[in-house]
Nanobody, 116 residues
Framework: QVVLVESGGGLAQPGGSLRLSCAASGFTFNTWAMSWARQAPGKGLEWVAGIYSDGSGTFYEDSVKGRFTISRDNTKNTVYLQMNSLKPEDTAVYYC?????????WGKGTLVTVSS
């Protein structure tokens, strides 16, 4: 059974930082790419960042380039999202997800609120 559990969300001030984690289980973690997406209040789902299975490639949505960093530790079955220089518009529920074959798996999300 594939399980993805996000953690690390919370309240941050504009310009601040947070690090999100996503612990994975139930599949061979180092075989599959992982991604983060977010959903802001009243808006649709938005892809944020992705990383290859071995971490050799990372990809970012334009609005987070230079501020967010995706990484993974395949020994811990965990993917991270380091978020720096946070802006109020980064406020959203953040989800990690993966495709295994043709099946898409999602965590339940963690809320990030950026406000002074």
């Amino acid at each position: 059974q594939v399980v993805l559990v996000e953690s690390g969300g919370g309240l941050a001030q504009p310009g601040g930082s947070l690090r999100l984690s996503c612990a994975a289980s139930g599949f061979t973690f180092n075989t599959w790419a992982m991604s983060w997406a977010r959903q802001a209040p009243g808006k649709g789902l938005e892809w944020v960042a992705g990383i290859y299975s071995d971490g050799s490639g990372t990809f970012y949505e334009d609005s987070v380039k230079g501020r967010f960093t995706i990484s993974r530790d395949n020994t811990k079955n965990t993917v991270y999202l380091q978020m720096n220089s946070l802006k109020p518009e980064d406020t959203a529920v953040y989800y990690c997800y993966t495709w295994i074959g043709r099946v898409n798996y999602w965590g339940k999300g963690t809320l990030v609120t950026v406000s002074s």
